[in-house]
């Protein structure tokens, strides 16, 4: 019963955040508008901003929202470590490094090669994920906190390799690259939509499968192995539906960090461990956290635009340093 | 013979740095004997025990289980294997906080597809035999230690296994809930024929057993028999076979 309270609230705020997302930006809409629009009344520059401009935007922060929460959930469940979070392990850096890629050897503008730019960071922050898993596996047996130390490693590494393209970066590059660093939304059309949100949903739905297999690896994996589980198996299978959810994630909104961490930990704080429910609830809390973010950067400098990353980073900067000191003190 | 392991070798590390943990092991264990093995701390026993349960690889020799060599099984074959014919229990009580004890005790049967009416027989019979019935309903965080232990011993004994493998399943408990579990294991050991296969550092615990194994510098040094003795007796034999061994119940 308590649990069905807390899911209608946060569904509750989703909605409210949403709608305020549709009304409001630069040309903000009224009710009039929303009425016109229902009864296929509304004027076309009601129309564009409402179905080619706010609706494909707020499509495409729901859902990576999730996607990244949903990242997060899972490498915290196989690292068993709470702290774990798709932009610490280099996904973000691999992205970025696909980005720059793009910029150095392409030319031309970014709506010449609309699918290229995404492409490159997804393949990116993907290969960097598995280099990283492979690594990991040196000295026999794969170790969950190895691999996120290697992966924290090679993010710096790779962040490195980012810098020194940079040096030879024009102006126009160089503010690209800031675009995509800064977790500025830029797959805000419907194509990015089409690209990004259905493998999304289907990926989603391969984890939703796994559910029970994610809620036994709390156990020893000596434990899981004698119950017949393949352990490193399933490890393998959900580190790269992780690494291709938020590969997705951050290749239609740029480097945004911190979601992951901090989607599973709300959840975990508000319904404990149950993995059913922290699957539905990361979901959530993911896409509450992603387009509140979105819709504080377009509101409070208005009508300047703050980028969503740097949103999510200044509230999940904190927050994942006030973590890390209850963690000492216990 | 239930299980015959011959030559047990096993190694870790790469070609630069390698040690030898286990340097050449037999052993042979009959259908119903409950087996403890004992040895100083580092001495090899959780090896020895997870490559004779298969949860890791040898590095040579062979390990047969019913005449069946599972060093030479595939990894899939081997999991079914582990999955229908063995259980386990380790020090770390490993229940999920997220299930009740009896959800917990059921988790290897829920595994595969069984009758509803069959799983909840076999719960009746491990739940009754580790007098945790009552606690069916209950979340692991609202027991005692020594009760998840029974659960988790519970869990191990469901599905009716050809071998238990224990790892210090009294490691973390204080003596009265350790002989509390032990009693059970020994009466499931002579009720349903189950062998067990059990490490310890412990004499007492050890003296539940029928017969234990002394494991130094990754060899068998000696094997003592309980026979006819009482276990008292057996417990004081143990104990000088420790004091001439070294490294008396010292353990990490
Ligand atoms: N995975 C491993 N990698 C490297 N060395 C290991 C590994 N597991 C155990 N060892 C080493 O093997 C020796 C025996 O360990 P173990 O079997 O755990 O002893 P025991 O259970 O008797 O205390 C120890 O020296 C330990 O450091
Ligand atoms: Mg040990």
Redesign the interface.
Same mark, same amino acid.
């Given at each position: 019963m308590r649990n069905q309270f807390k899911f209608i609230i946060i569904i509750a705020l989703l909605v409210a955040i949403l709608v305020t997302h549709l009304f409001t930006g630069t040309f903000s809409l009224t009710w009039t508008d929303l009425l016109n629009i229902l009864t296929n009344q509304a004027s076309a520059d009601v129309r564009l901003v409402l179905f080619e401009f706010r609706m494909p935007r707020i499509l495409v922060v729901l859902v990576c929202g999730a996607a990244l929460a949903l990242s997060g959930l899972i490498l915290q469940v196989i690292s068993k470590n709470p702290l774990a979070d798709p932009g610490i392990i280099g996904v973000n850096a691999g992205s970025g490094f696909g980005v720059v890629l793009f910029i150095t050897f392409i030319s031309g503008s970014m709506s010449q090669h609309l699918y290229a730019l995404p492409l490159m960071s997804f393949v990116g922050g993907l290969l960097t994920v598995l280099i990283i898993f492979f690594l990991s596996f040196i !000295?026999g047996a794969f170790k969950s906190n190895i691999f996120i130390l290697i992966g924290i490693a090679t993010a710096m590494g790779v962040t490195g390799f980012v810098y020194v393209f940079t040096s030879v970066f024009d102006e126009t590059q160089m503010e690209m690259l800031n675009r995509y660093f800064a977790g500025n939304i830029w797959g805000d059309t419907w194509p990015f939509v089409y690209i990004s949100v259905p493998y999304i949903l289907i990926i989603s739905l391969f984890v939703f499968f796994r559910i029970r297999e994610m !809620?036994?690896l +709390?156990?020893?994996d000596?434990?899981l192995? @004698?119950? @017949?589980? +393949?352990v490193n198996k399933e490890k393998i299978i959900l580190i790269v539906l992780s690494a291709m959810l938020s590969s997705l994630a951050v290749s239609v909104c740029g480097a945004i960090s911190f979601i992951g961490l901090i989607a599973p930990h709300i959840s975990r704080m508000l319904f404990?461990? +149950?993995?059913k429910i922290l699957f539905f609830s990361s979901l959530l809390i993911g896409s509450v956290l992603l387009t509140a973010a979105d819709l504080l950067g377009k509101l409070i400098l208005a009508p300047a635009i703050i980028p969503t990353g740097i949103v999510v980073a200044l509230i999940g900067g904190p927050y994942f340093l006030w973590l890390l000191m209850r963690a000492r003190q216990i | 013979m239930i299980l015959e392991a011959k030559g047990i070798k096993k190694s870790y590390g790469?070609r630069f740095n390698r040690t030898e943990v286990l340097k050449g092991i037999d052993l042979d264990i009959e259908k119903g004997e409950f087996v403890s093995i004992m040895g100083a701390s580092g001495s090899g026993k959780t090896t020895l025990l997870?490559v004779l349960?298969s949860?890791d690889r040898v590095s040579s020799g062979h390990i047969f289980i019913e005449g069946e060599d599972i060093t030479a099984m595939k #990894?899939?074959k081997l999991?079914?294997f582990?999955?229908?014919d063995?259980? %386990?229990i380790?020090q770390?009580y490993?229940l999920? #906080?997220?299930l009740t004890v009896k959800e917990n005790i059921l988790?290897?049967l829920s595994?595969r597809n069984m009758k509803k009416g069959e799983v909840e027989r076999q719960f009746e019979t491990v739940a009754n035999e580790l007098g945790i019935h009552e606690l069916g309903g209950k979340y692991p965080n609202e027991i005692s230690g020594g009760q998840q232990q029974r659960t988790s011993a519970a869990r191990a004994f469901v599905h009716q296994p050809k071998i238990i %493998?224990a790892d210090e399943p009294t490691g973390a408990l204080d003596s009265k809930s350790a002989s509390g579990l032990l009693n059970k294991l020994k009466q499931m050991n002579i009720n349903s024929r189950s062998t067990i296969v059990m490490v310890t550092h412990d004499a007492t615990a050890a003296s539940y057993s029928s017969r234990v194994i002394f494991l130094k510098d990754g060899l068998v040094y000696s094997t003592l028999r309980k026979g006819e003795r009482r276990q008292e007796e057996f417990y004081k034999e143990i104990m000088s076979t420790q004091s001439v061994l070294g490294g008396v119940g010292v353990e990490s």
């Open positions: !000295g !809620g036994m +709390n156990l020893d000596e434990m192995t @004698g119950f @017949g589980m +393949n404990g461990q +149950n993995m | 790469n997870n349960s949860i #990894d899939k999991a079914n582990r999955k229908n063995l259980g %386990f380790f770390q490993n999920l #906080d997220t988790l290897p595994i %493998f």
